[in-house]
Nanobody, 117 residues
Framework: QAQLVESGGGLVQAGGSLRLSCTAS????????IGWFRQAPGKEREAVSC????????YYADSVKGRFTISRDNAKNTVYLQMNSLKPEDTAVYYC??????????WGQGTQVTVSS
């Protein structure tokens, strides 16, 4: 069964760091762009970051530029989101998806990130 699984979320104080992982099972991520999205309570889902299949191209939302870094390890079938200098406004459920748009085919179940002030 093809699925994406996120991990690495948790509770952290403002200024702290977390690394999220997005691992695929049942299919390979090698030829796919992978995106990270987040949804805070009462807000719409927003695109956070995306990485091309080769890893050569990346995208970051303005709100996370300079703080978040996306990377991938195709040998591990995993994409990472390193989040530094976290702010309370980064609190959300973070999802990865096979693509960089809201119409992506596969989505993970999400992982909660909570940043306390």
């Amino acid at each position: 069964q093809a699925q994406l699984v996120e991990s690495g979320g948790g509770l952290v104080q403002a200024g702290g760091s977390l690394r999220l992982s997005c691992t695929a099972s049942g299919f390979t991520l090698d030829y796919l762009a992978i995106g990270w999205f987040r949804q805070a309570p009462g807000k719409e889902r927003e695109a956070v970051s995306c990485i091309s299949s080769s890893g050569a191209s990346t995208y970051y939302a303005d709100s996370v530029k300079g703080r978040f870094t996306i990377s991938r390890d195709n040998a591990k079938n995993t994409v990472y989101l390193q989040m530094n200098s976290l702010k309370p406004e980064d609190t959300a459920v973070y999802y990865c998806a096979t693509g960089c748009t809201y119409n992506s085919d596969y989505w993970g179940q999400g992982t909660q990130v909570t940043v306390s002030s």
